[in-house]
């Protein structure tokens, strides 16, 4: 068993980590404590465990070597990093960790890689300076080092919504379709979803949003339909098309309260934007129209890197309009996050935010409603942030 301490960042938790090393399957119980007066503590429960298939014992090499082996090894193939992967069984992002030493390369792979070209290992060994031992975990592992922007300050305003204007047609009155009369944070994320998953038409009072039917019938018939009822007094046909599930209704009033008071416009969402009277709404209704957009159009992905799989977090979001994307990007900014904006291969433009500060913030002021976002986030929670999330007992 291996004993050590971790002074963890101030900034987090300011407490002393003490660190056990149970087992080579199943790793580390952790806890620490900080005095809070003279006769309370705050006790904070850390568990982390994680499965090394390759097992904990490492090959560490002196400084350079490491890499040195690994180009060594492509040499005789002449194989890419991606190449040199996939014939030793990992992903191309560890196999760069290792290459670039980010990491110490396991025992295992090392055992694996030098009888699939035939090595001498303990030749190798010598040869290198390698000196084999017991892998100690970093505990720093999810501490961000991304610095976020302050966020700006935001109005309180409430925006009022004047739909005298907007006519119903006589299937609106036989519905009893109603308009909001406020831009409410439920209406935000409404149009938030529009502009990812809906589309209106030009032509006729259409109006249809549909989505995966794989893995989002959740979300539209438990967060979407009652949406719908509390804003528009509206009972969705939701059904299942070939390759996407959602609905399709026709509605002159909600058509012209879209076009003519929210301001959305109708057709093609290739040069769409955020309609002006959405970006004048107070924080909550901000966050709830990027919560509406994600939800639909986002994506959560967690990155394997550095030997870890799939613990780094990604969010991002893309756009055939360019004016949209760098409408979202803009509020991000504006909400204390730091996204990137840039264009892709297939002529999208992507707005995405990498490490924790941004997934922390994000999930703090925005969040998820679509099940399948929210089951992305628990499962990664389980594996990995209960290693720096404090519980106070």
Request: aromatic share 14%; net charge positive; hydrophobic share 35%.
């Amino acid at each position: 068993m291996i004993h050590f301490t971790y002074n963890i960042k101030k900034n987090y938790l300011g407490s002393q980590l003490t660190v056990s090393v149970l087992t080579k399957k199943t790793v580390l119980a952790l806890s620490a404590y900080r005095p809070c007066g003279e006769n309370t503590s705050i006790r904070y429960l850390f568990s982390w465990s994680l499965s090394y298939t390759m097992g904990l014992e490492r090959c560490y090499f002196p400084e350079g070597r490491q890499k040195e082996f690994l180009e060594y090894v492509k040499q005789i193939d002449n194989l890419s990093w991606n190449s040199l992967a996939k014939a030793v069984g990992v992903s191309k992002d560890q196999i760069k960790s290792y290459g670039y030493e980010y990491c110490s390369l396991p025992k295992s792979l090392y055992d694996n890689i030098c009888e699939l070209y035939k090595l001498d290992k303990d030749e190798i060994v010598k040869n290198y300076g390698i000196k084999l031992r017991d892998f100690i975990p970093r505990v720093n592992v999810g501490f961000s080092r991304t610095v976020l922007p302050k966020p700006a300050q935001f109005k309180s305003n409430i925006v009022t919504l004047n739909s005298k204007e907007v006519k119903f047609s006589s299937f609106d009155r036989d519905k009893g379709i109603r308009l909001p009369t406020k831009l409410t944070p439920l209406l935000a994320e409404e149009i938030g979803i529009h502009l990812g998953d809906g589309f209106l038409s030009d032509k006729k009072y259409e109006f249809r949003v549909k989505g995966d039917k794989k893995n989002e019938v959740e979300y539209y018939t438990q967060v979407i339909a009652p949406m719908y009822k509390e804003l528009f007094n509206i009972d969705l046909n939701l059904k299942e098309y070939e390759t996407t599930f959602g609905f399709e209704l026709y509605s002159k009033a909600i058509w012209e309260f879209k076009t003519k008071i929210i301001g959305i416009k109708p057709g093609p969402k290739t040069n769409i934007s955020i309609p002006d009277i959405v970006k004048e709404g107070n924080k909550e209704t901000l966050c709830a129209l990027v919560r509406g957009y994600f939800d639909t159009d986002g994506c959560l992905f967690f990155q394997s890197r550095y030997g870890y799989n799939k613990y780094y977090p990604m969010i991002s979001v893309a756009s055939r309009s360019k004016r949209l994307a760098v409408d979202f990007y803009s509020i991000l900014i504006t909400l204390g996050l730091r996204p990137l904006l840039y264009p892709t291969n297939n002529r999208c433009w992507q707005v995405i935010m990498y490490g924790y500060e941004n997934l922390r913030l994000f999930k703090s002021i925005i969040g998820w409603r679509n099940p399948k976002n929210i089951k992305k986030l628990e499962e990664w929670e389980n594996r990995y942030n209960n290693m720096f999330i404090a519980r106070v007992l």
